[in-house]
């Protein structure tokens, strides 16, 4: 497997954070966001990790401490179903390379040791076919299309992936 680290996002990821925003990354997602925006979110990940709400995590290998990319966790409550919320994102020169796989194996890994009993979700948009294959990849299960609004004013349809939380003594 891909020599894959995931640290836990610190104040210094602000750059990655940037990076992360570039046009070929966020054209699923309603575009690269504001200055402004990247601050909150940032401010938002650190604030996950003091109050337990969410676990982001800078992707980073041997080759690039800085960082490759991002991927976490948080709690999502669908329609009386909590389950954890999986978002990722690569940077384009690092895409390929079996780093989202890696990640994304290893979060799983980190929401079924914080609650094994909780399903795990994803929901890419339909047209984005990498993250749709490394759910498929995964083990996620295809539930469906559901439109959702993100960023706010933005409605997309997107796939509902779910990882079905293990067999109790299985995890």
């Given at each position: ?10 104040a210094?990821?602000l ?11 966020m054209e ?21 990790w ?34 954890f ?18 990640a ?13 009993a ?29 439109e ?9 349809p997107s ?13």
């Amino acid at each position: 497997m891909t020599d894959v680290v995931l640290r836990p996002w610190s104040a210094g990821d602000l750059d990655l954070l940037r990076r992360n925003n570039a046009p070929e990354l966020m054209e699923h997602l309603g575009g690269p966001e504001s200055e402004a925006k990247l601050l909150a979110r940032h401010a938002r990940y650190l604030r996950g990790w003091e109050d337990g709400s969410s676990r982001m995590f800078a992707i980073v290998t041997p080759e690039h401490p800085e960082g490759v990319g991002a991927i976490g966790f948080w709690p999502r409550d669908e329609g009386g179903r909590e389950l954890f919320e999986v978002g990722w994102a690569v940077q384009a020169a690092f895409q390929g390379r079996g780093y989202a796989r890696a990640a994304l194996a290893q979060v799983i890994a980190e929401a079924h040791r914080v609650d094994p009993a909780r399903a795990i979700a994803a929901y890419p948009r339909v047209d984005n076919d990498p993250s749709n294959a490394l759910c498929r990849r995964a083990g996620f299960v295809l539930e469906g299309v559901e439109e959702f609004e993100f960023p706010k004013g933005t409605w997309l349809p997107s796939n509902v992936w779910v990882l079905p939380a293990p067999a109790p003594g299985t995890a």
